[in-house]
């Protein structure tokens, strides 16, 4: 019936729901099953169509390929078995790609290239299949030579499918037996493993027949491996499969066969580097075989004993200033995959060894390869700052690196400046958990402190403030973010040491200084208390007041925002006697704005307040209505809860749009006629302004200078309400060819109720629409708004150019016609 459901015209929404249901059929079931109600029908020999006498095109277009994604996903966390794969999915998929090779020889380019689609489909379920089956020793003893003979002998993409079905095979094998001994690092994940063990239905024997066979066989897959990424070139993601696979069944080998595996391929790594050609075709392919190898002993790595990896260290640390920049990556990887090692003793005697390296091998490191050393340093520090409580001669090499880190937060690429200010962070923190004995480190700051590595580091970062122009403006960001992480962690002597040496920095004319400077002071405004804050106020007004009028890198908005803040914590006063003459217009208006603000919050808070308590009548039904004010006043503890509830509504359902917000007329005559008609047809305004309410009102008092009232006549009253009729007329005449008071004509006045088009009228001038020019279009913060102003002209033009188009075309047809008859 789903397939049926197929076949039928489907919204795509409809089509995902089916498409689900039929994962989730695979899932509960397992793809044997489902595959039985519905097969495939891959065009082959075997398909229904074929054996009937159809022609291929039927049978391409008879199969359900839409299936085999459905396959893919489904399968993962099925009850399914490899060696129905090996019997059935894979005889599929070599004889469809046999059929594809042999009709594209024979010039049936489109079929071939159809079936080499369906092909590749079906290889791409292999991975899903190999993923925790319950008949993994089975089905591994009985294919596992045809399974590397294929990694070896075809094509990239079947070997780059097969090698991750081989790592999920391996890596599904191992996890589960750590899970079931319970011993998987994270308890998430082992809890995830057992759940999905226990559905698939997997046995603990067959898992630990498989696991010996690995640990038997696993060397003639991991040659074939090493083969197959040899062989890839410059194919990454091919190369990159098989180290992953190669790395998933050295953890299933033992070590010695690992080891042993390694050094050999250290010795054709280590003649490959001593050949000498001036050819280039041989010169690339022996820089393709170095980055090969360099993937390889990467996959390596965790299983490899501490001789293994000083022979790595020996072979890899030189490449860290290779002239190519690609080994020079695959080196920083192999560097920081060896500082993520779990066993601490390999580190604690090579540190040295490594950071020695690290350093002088940054004179050779490319633009290109920075973001690379960033990552092995983000690997490398923590692992510094882990082993102080063992070495305390570790924490110099902090401070050497720590410029680089800081110069990376000024990068143009946004992932390596994140991924710098995260080190940062990082680094800060385990500064401040750990807890080695500051006597045996030689700090530089003495200020007493809970956290003396942390204070430390910020005498550090402080260094960087004597340097060049990028230099301090990357340490002044990073000492803002280290102020608004640890502030309450910061000794306020070392504080305020701080904010008086960046505060002399105001003097400098490097717009990247002062672009820097003026993030720094916006975070200390925020962060830092009044107290601490108050001795550098005149320091930094004056500063910043040399910056005010400067509109490039957008100095005057963070100007005004720091004043703003200031403003708001110590007053609009206090800032007054501060700033000078010049910038006071600035001051005034920011006064201007505060006032508003708070003025639209109080409006808006005594709405709120009138609003809750009426809903509260409203839902306390007859009673309610019936209360008096004065009761109303006694029950302040009634209205709190009313107002409280009526802003949890608030928040489902959107704040309220100050902009529409206004007074509302409470003075309603309920006993007038005609009241429910004017109500429900909107005559009655509840939202008229009082302002409005006093123009119509006819009992209204008027007063002179002197005030003495005036009273008007009758007549008087009249010819000025006849007056007011005649300009109110007036005004509406000249809207109607307006979309707005902004002087926009979109040309409505011009447009026929009766036809279509535009029509000129008796001693009209000729039909236009335009929209005058205005500066205030090109502000960023008021695009919106002009974009409205020329939607109804534009549209307006775009409709009458596609009419005009159609009739030009019935036109030029008419006269083709015409011609032909004569």
Known sequence: SLDELRKGELSRKELKGLDSAIVAAITKNGPEIVL??????????????????????????????????????????????????????????????????????IGRNVEGKLIADISSKLLSTFPSFATLPFDSYKALSSNAKAWAITIQKENSYTKMMLSRGLQKFANGIRETLLSLDGKHPNPETQAEILKLAKHVRVDRKDLEKSANFLKKRGKNFLSILFDAAFSAGNDEVTTDACVQASSAVAKCMSPTTVNSMFLTLLRKLLNTQAIVTKDEEELS????????????????????????????????LPMLRDSDPLLQKKAYKITGAVCCLGASQFFDNHYQHLATHLRDSLEKCGSGVSKARLACLDQFLPKLIQILERKPDAFKWIGVFIGEVIISCKESNVKAKNSGYSLISKIGNLLKESKVDTKRLTLHETAASDYPLLTEYMTMVSAGLAGGD????ASISVLGKLIYEFYADIPVPVLQKV?????????????????????????????????????????????????????????????RGIFVTLARRFGVEALTTLVTTKHQKLVEHIRKECKKKDREKSE?????????????????????????????????????????????????????????????????DFMGEGLASRVISGAD????????????????????????????????KDTKQSNKKLSN?????????NTSNTGVHSGGRFRSKKAKGDFKGKNRVDPYAYVPMNPAHLNKRKMIKAKR????????????????KSLRKKDVGRRIRNKGKR
Not at 607 to 617: M, Q, R, S, T
Not at 631 to 653: H, V, W
């Open 789 to 804: 102003a020329f939607e109804s002209v534009v549209s307006a033009a775009k409709k009458g150019s596609q009419k005009g």
């Open 499 to 559: 904010m008086k040496t960046v505060h002399i920095l105001l003097e400098e004319r490097s717009r990247e200084v002062i672009k820097s400077l003026l993030g720094f002071l916006k975070v200390i405004c925020i962060r830092v208390d009044e107290d601490t804050l108050l001795p550098f106020l005149p320091v930094m007004v004056k500063g910043i007041c040399k910056w005010a009028d400067e509109s490039r890198n957008k100095f005057r908005p963070k100007i």
């Open 729 to 737: 007329a007036g005004k509406s005449r000249k809207r109607k060819g």
């Open 36 to 105: 039985s109600v519905i097969p495939l029908e891959i065009p082959t020999t075997k398909c229904t169509v074929i054996k009937q006498g159809g022609q291929l095109s039927k049978a391409i277009e008879a199969c359900r390929q839409w299936m085999i994604p459905l396959l893919q996903t489904g399968v993962k966390s099925s009850p399914h078995s490899l060696l129905y794969c090996f019997q059935k999915i894979m005889p599929m998929w070599s004889e469809t790609q046999k059929s594809s090779t042999a009709l594209v020889k």
């Open 604 to 668: 808006r808070w005594s709405e709120y307040v009138k609003d809750a308590i009426n809903e509260k009548k409203a839902l306390a039904g007859f009673d309610g209505l019936q209360m008096d004010d004065d009761d109303e006043m006694e029950e302040e503890n009634e209205e709190d809860e009313a107002i409280f509830g009526f802003f949890d509504k608030l928040r489902n359902r959107g704040a309220m749009n100050q902009e529409n917000m206004a007074i509302v007329d409470e003075n309603i």
């Open 685 to 716: 305004k509840p939202f008229d302004t009082l302002d409005n309410k006093m123009d119509d009102d006819p009992m209204e008092i008027k007063f002179d200078k002197d005030g003495k009232m005036i009273f008007e006549d009758e007549k008087d």
């Open 285 to 316: 392919k022996k820089k393709a075989r170095e980055h090969a190898m360099a993937d390889m002993a990467l996959g390596l790595i965790p299983s490899l004993s501490e001789s293994s990896l000083q022979w790595l260290l020996k072979a890899f």
């Open 470 to 473: 990028r230099m301090k403006g």
